[in-house]
């Protein structure tokens, strides 16, 4: 018998060449600095924290812990349906946008089917979407905006799916009303268009479509949303689909049994009703996002206005330089060649004190680096 070591192990081919998920620095693998603990701006977290109704939804949830939770997640599907006024099976609950946007590929896709998916934007739709052993083709940007056209015609030609976050990661630009019918005209029978809002609480244009209007009208979208950005509940993983209802029972047929965990369900039911928090994280990204501006104008650093908790910023520095240079001064932000953009680097809106300290480490770093 062969040794562990020399063992061969047949695996999926679609692993080979598969792109890894670069989650964002935390501080912890940092550590302290000179200037005090590190500013994480580098993963689109709410430095507001959870809604308290939130945190106080968890604590008792807790005692109930050596339960399962509802597999059906009926509760925090029914509010979500009268939220969006959707039938409630037209409503899937599972673990973050990302197990929806991987239980769609698993759905939709295989073997030599064809995934359109922007070339700069979040990079698990193509991770599931390889991984069910899709073939993607990545449509080309205009300027930091998705080309409607280029995708609408790429799902014209036979895309099983076509992935579009809207405001799109890491540029913060959104669809209008306008261009996202443009794309769900393209769409052909059998095919469907998967819509990422997990941003869309902090968009202030008029023009932004409302996704799940369509969805009630019998498009051929699906729309997912999170509680991990403006909700505050990142760490507990929990986000929704509506869904045409062929395509929700199929992922409802795909999905783990208990794919959301029972404080996940407590805590989002409660953020829900918690107007208030949620109007002060708008303002507060709002206010932010003008901060930052401010500061790239006074840098002479270009920007793309965004319609989301994080800004695009060109620095002209190569990110692979300009990131580890602001984590020693401890501000965590994400580098823009992960995208293929290296001239670029994606800041998190913090609080004004963060942004303000991102501001210093951003002036000493570009000094340092000459620039």
Not at 108 to 127: D, K, N
Not at 254 to 274: I, Q, V
Not at 301 to 325: C, D, H, K, M
């Amino acid at each position: 018998m062969s040794s562990a070591s020399q063992r061969r192990y047949d695996l999926r081919p679609q692993l080979e060449g598969l792109p890894r998920y670069v989650p964002g620095l935390s501080a912890a693998d940092v550590g302290p600095t000179p200037e005090g603990e590190p500013v994480k701006l580098s993963s689109n977290e709410n430095p507001l924290g959870p809604s308290p109704r939130a945190v106080e939804a968890i604590a008792r949830a807790a005692w109930e812990v050596h339960r399962y939770p509802d597999a059906t997640c009926r509760r925090l599907r029914e509010a979500l349906a009268r939220r969006w006024d959707v039938p409630s099976d037209q409503v899937v609950v599972s673990n973050g946008g990302d197990n929806l946007i991987t239980l769609l590929a698993q759905v939709m896709l295989g073997p030599g089917q064809v995934a359109a998916v922007p070339a700069v934007t979040f990079a698990t739709y193509e991770i599931a979407a390889r991984l069910s052993g899709a073939i993607v083709e990545r449509v080309p940007m205009r300027g930091s905006a998705v080309d409607v056209e280029a995708l609408a015609a790429r799902l014209a030609a036979g895309a099983r799916l076509g992935f579009v976050a809207n405001p799109n990661n890491p540029t913060g630009t959104v669809l209008t009303a306008s261009e996202l019918d443009r794309l769900l005209e393209a769409v052909p029978e059998g095919s469907a268009l998967v819509v990422d809002e997990a941003y869309a609480e902090f968009v202030g244009s008029p023009d932004f479509p409302d996704v799940p209007a369509r969805v009630r009208q019998g498009a051929p979208v699906v729309v997912i949303r999170t509680f991990s950005k403006v909700y505050g509940l990142a760490g507990l993983r929990v986000g929704y689909a509506l869904a045409p209802r062929p395509i929700a029972e199929a992922m409802w047929r795909a999905r783990e049994a208990f794919a959301t965990n029972r404080l996940a369900e407590a805590a989002a039911l409660a953020a829900l009703e918690d107007q208030a928090h949620l109007e002060r994280t708008r303002e507060m990204v709002a206010a932010g996002r003008r901060q930052l501006y401010e500061l790239a104008e006074e840098l002479g650093l270009a920007y793309v206005p965004s319609e989301a908790n994080f800004v695009w910023i060109r620095t002209g520095v190569p990110s692979e330089q300009l990131v580890p240079a602001l984590a020693r001064r401890g501000v965590l932000v994400r580098p823009g060649h992960l995208w293929g953009e290296p001239a670029y680097i994606r800041v998190t809106v913090g609080t004004p004190a963060q942004n303000r300290r991102f501001g210093e480490a951003l002036r000493q770093a570009l000094a340092d680096l000459g620039a």
